[in-house]
């Protein structure tokens, strides 16, 4: 998702129509105000959630909105799918637009999924090495025992991408039951490291992003707003 910064004369020209030339006289007679104050410097950076009206009509005023859902197995983390539902088709009609994912899960996972409109946020999040820590609940087809601990922690080596994983937790919560913490998101990571044992995963559910948790009432397919603070809190663990 690219972060849609903008200088303003480019801005408006482009929304408008209007050369450039024009536009410079036109913030030269204070007709543009950006975030209610009137600009008048052509190179004014404009980012996707800037309030841009021009002689009082509105060019640009997007709400930043972030949102949790409980994503259930059998639904694809894409907002277009010729095949499959969608994580978009789960949300009401009226409140799709403009948002994306924010880390995938694969088709057969489910759990916690994040989506937005904000573009430097879901970078942020969704980087494979954002340093974000993802919790999830993982089912296994055969027992695990002490060995994978240790393997998790070192890394596991990936021929594909040449690398060797960050160090990842795993809890052992039953005979084919692990609790698994990554820092890093890598194309099917659980399931390639557990891959390493030929112990194949039979279901991965994610508890949490960063600490953030999913809510235990929220079903699958239902979704909510996060809070502001919510927000803050996911942004302040990006890098850590
Ligand atoms: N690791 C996987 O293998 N699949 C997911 O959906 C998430 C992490």
Known sequence: ????????????SVQTGINR???????????????????????QPIGEFSRVLLDGQVLQANTPRYVMLHKPVGV???TRDD????????????????????????LNSSGLLL???DGRWSRGLSAPDSGVSKRY?????????????????????????????????LRILGERLAEVTLTEGRYHQIKRMFGRFRN?????????????????DLLPGQSRELTAWEVACIGASIGD
């Not at 998702?1 to 408006?12: C, E, G, P, Y």
């Not at 030339?21 to 190179?43: C, E, F, N, P, S």
């Not at 087809?141 to 990842?168: H, K, L, M, S, V």
Request: glycine content about 6%; proline content about 3%; overall charge neutral.
């Open 21 to 43: 030339k024009h536009v410079r006289l036109m913030l030269a007679r204070g007709r543009v105000l950006v975030d209610g104050v009137q600009a008048k410097d052509i190179q």
């Open 137 to 169: 609940r993982v089912t296994l087809a055969n027992p695990i025992d002490e060995e994978y601990i240790q393997a998790f922690a070192d890394g596991i080596y990936f021929d594909y991408e040449g690398i060797c994983t960050r160090p990842a937790g």
């Open 1 to 12: 998702m690219q972060s849609r910064v903008a200088r303003l004369d480019r801005f408006i």
């Open 76 to 78: 694809v983390s894409a």
């Open 83 to 106: 095949e499959h539902r969608t994580v978009i088709d789960l949300l009401q009609a009226d409140y799709r637009h403009g948002l994306h994912i924010a880390g995938r899960l694969d």
């Open 115 to 117: 989506l937005t409109n």
């Open 200 to 216: 194949p995963v039979l279901e991965l559910h994610r508890c949490a992003i960063g600490n953030l948790t999913l809510d235990a």
